[in-house]
């Protein structure tokens, strides 16, 4: 299994519960995602890292709300409620997550003029985080995608996993979804079409 790789994704406490940006469950997920790194040889994190005042926020526009969206230069936006911000309690890893394992951490999002939801690459689609490089270098062929949320940071990454010629599974019963405006079901669609493997519990 040397050649698979488990990335979770955002498993950070603003996402869980209580959190700044909580995804409704978003805690639920933690043991499954732990069975998950104890049975994988190669694991891979992402952590959101915004500094304060980040552009994505709402707080850095006067007048707009959450979950508004804007223009950017590099396409749409949406607005966040302030999350994530480097160093903060809200931007650590869960308490029970079993993080230790993770030989690699992905830090996003923490260039304040853009956003970024993929593990892969910023919000232009164009400036690559490095992970890639650093999973077929080590020989990664096969990727199962975990976390937080299934219609942004997860789906996003699966996308471009794909797109980078992987092997991609998105585990949908080890994540939990934001769903603006039936966002998930749009993005399970996206998916889907893009050939990403959807798996509500492994396939043993």
């Known amino acids: 299994m040397a050649d ?17 940006l909580a995804v409704n469950g978003g805690d639920e997920i933690v043991p499954l995602v732990n069975d998950l790194i104890r049975r994988t040889e190669h694991v891979v994190l992402t952590q959101d890292w915004h500094p304060a ?11 707009k709300q959450p979950f508004e969206a804007i223009d950017m230069p590099y396409g749409p936006q949406t607005l966040w409620p302030d999350h994530c911000i480097q160093g903060s309690l809200g931007s650590d890893f869960h308490s029970g997550l079993a993080w230790t394992k993770a030989e690699l951490v992905i830090r996003k999002g923490f260039r304040s003029a853009i956003d ?3 593990a892969f690459f910023e919000n232009d689609h ?10 077929k270098e080590r020989g990664v062929e096969s ?3 975990v976390g937080l949320a ?7 990454s699966a996308l471009d996993a794909v797109k980078q010629g992987f092997n ?9 979804g934001i769903d603006l405006n ?13 050939g990403v493997r959807l798996e509500d519990q492994a396939s043993d």
Request: proline share 4%.
């Open 143 to 145: 990727v199962t995608l």
């Open 53 to 63: 005042g980040h552009s994505s926020f709402a707080s850095s526009h006067p007048g």
């Open 182 to 194: 039936g966002s998930v079901e749009s993005m399970l669609k996206r998916m889907r079409e893009a």
């Open 150 to 156: 299934t219609d942004f940071c997860v789906a996003f």
């Open 4 to 20: 698979e790789a488990l990335v979770v994704i955002d498993l950070q406490n603003d996402f869980c519960p209580g959190g700044a």
């Open 168 to 176: 991609t599974t998105v585990r949908l019963d080890a994540c939990r």
């Open 116 to 118: 970024s939801y993929s």
């Open 126 to 135: 164009a400036t690559p985080t490095g992970l890639a490089g650093y999973l």
